[in-house]
T-cell receptor, first 114, second 110 residues
Framework: DVKVTQSSRYLVKRTGEKVFLECVQDMDHENMFWYRQDPGLGLRLIYFSYDVKMKEKGDIPEGYSVSREKKERFSLILESASTNQTSMYLC?????????????FGQGTRLTVV | GQSLEQPSEVTAVEGAIVQINCTYQTSGFYGLSWYQQHDGGAPTFLSYNALDGLEETGRFSSFLSRSDSYGYLLLQELQMKDSASYFCAVRDPQGGKLIFGQGTELSVKP
């Protein structure tokens, strides 16, 4: 079974802190994603990585950066956390080949910025 | 860009049939996927349609009409455990980005 693991389930950080959210997948998937989920807004794509060291902005990249130094790990960085970044963050991975490859999600990190 | 529209919520009773619609606007099209997410859980893949028509998997079916840019998820013999959010998704044709709709919250009542 594919496993996508996010480092923390719940996180509380202070405004202005630098925050790292880590995601690891164990199925050698090329594509990895970071989404943010807020009530009524669905899953919004923050960043996408299609291979090691390769990244593309999603729909809401402002205030975030990412790092993909190894294929299995994709990190989301909040350079200076703000209260409007309080949200559920979901990481996902999928194979790049083929159109019908499903995305596998981690359990999510609920981040609260105070 | 890509955009998908779904109803925000649907309510149905146990044993009934419910249909969740999704309309999409994309610059290209590689198929429509559906995901289920229970409260507090991770989204999980349900189905994928690349061609027009109905795909059936047990109690769940998914339909696609490419000419209408429209699809739906059909849930039959509803059970309480089907209460969840359901998302449609498309893949960006210029890359591998996976774009989701806003989700439909399904409530199944006794």
């Amino acid at each position: 079974d594919v496993k996508v693991t996010q480092s923390s389930r719940y996180l509380v950080k202070r405004t202005g802190e630098k925050v790292f959210l880590e995601c690891v997948q164990d199925m050698d998937h090329e594509n990895m994603f970071w989404y943010r989920q807020d009530p009524g807004l669905g899953l919004r794509l923050i960043y996408f990585s299609y291979d090691v060291k390769m990244k593309e902005k999603g729909d809401i990249p402002e205030g975030y950066s990412v790092s993909r130094e190894k294929k299995e790990r994709f990190s989301l960085i909040l350079e200076s956390a703000s209260t409007n970044q309080t949200s559920m963050y979901l990481c996902a991975s999928r194979l790049s080949l083929g159109q019908n490859t499903e995305a596998f999600f981690g359990q999510g990190t609920r981040l609260t910025v105070v | 860009g890509q955009s998908l529209e779904q109803p925000s919520e649907v309510t149905a009773v146990e044993g009934a049939i419910v249909q969740i619609n999704c309309t999409y606007q994309t610059s290209g099209f590689y198929g429509l996927s559906w995901y289920q997410q229970h409260d507090g859980g991770a989204p999980t893949f349900l189905s994928y349609n690349a061609l027009d028509g109905l795909e059936e998997t047990g109690r769940f079916s998914s339909f696609l009409s490419r000419s209408d840019s429209y699809g739906y998820l059909l849930l039959q013999e509803l059970q309480m455990k089907d209460s969840a959010s359901y998302f449609c998704a498309v893949r960006d044709p210029q890359g591998g980005k996976l774009i989701f709709g806003q989700g439909t919250e399904l409530s199944v009542k006794p």
